[in-house]
Structures are given as C-alpha cells and as structure tokens.
C-alpha cells in the first residue's frame, strides 16, 4: 500500500523556520521525483520544489527561491521541506507529491501538513 506521510507543519512567526518532512513506503522511492506543493484557501495547488531521484537536481519557483531547500535520503525514504525566513504568503497546506518513472508511471500523494505564519 502507497502512503505519504507529512509531518512537522504548525504555527510559526513570520521570519522564523519550518522543516517539513515526508516518509514514503509501497512504492519504489529511488526511482521517483519527488515534489512539495502548497494549497493556501481560494488558490490553485502551487509547486513549490522538485528533487531528482538521486537529488542531483533541485528547482523551486521564484516565490520560495532562496528560502526553502528541498533534500532526501533514499535510504530512509524520506523527502525533507526545510522552509526559512517564512512569510504570512506562505501559509498553506503542505503536500508530499512522488512522480514514479515506472511503466505506467504514477503519481502519489500525501494527506497535507499545514503551515500557518503569523504576522
């Protein structure tokens, strides 16, 4: 059975730091982007950083660059978020996403961490 399982959301001031982390199990994690995203009341689900299978790679939008870095351990099948210098804008829900690069390739989702910053 595929579970995502976010943990370490809650309410942090604005300035202060968050670090955001996903465990996978049920699928191959090695093989698998993995992704966070963000959905924040009345707006779209919003990407907020890629990691590469191997973690080579890494990519995050204009809105969080600088400030979150996204990193994993394919030995724990973890994905960690470490979110800093956080802002009111950024209060969402946190969601684990894993892209497999299996035939046919599937997609996964966690249930959602929230993050509230208070001004």
């Known amino acids: 059975q595929v579970q995502l399982a976010e943990s370490g959301g809650g309410l942090v001031q604005a300035g202060g730091s968050l670090r955001l982390s996903c465990t996978a199990s049920g699928f191959t994690f090695s093989h698998s982007v993995m992704n966070w995203y963000r959905q924040a009341p009345g707006k779209e689900r919003e990407l907020v950083a890629t990691?590469?299978?191997?973690?080579?790679?890494?990519n995050y939008p204009d809105s969080v660059k600088g400030r979150f870095t996204i990193s994993r351990d394919n030995a724990r099948n973890t994905v960690d978020l470490q979110m800093t210098d956080l802002k009111t804008e950024d209060t969402a829900v946190y969601y684990c996403n894993a892209l497999t690069t299996g035939i046919p390739a599937s997609e996964y989702w966690g249930q959602g961490t929230q993050v509230t910053v208070s001004s």
């Open positions: 990691i590469t299978q191997l973690g080579r790679a890494t």
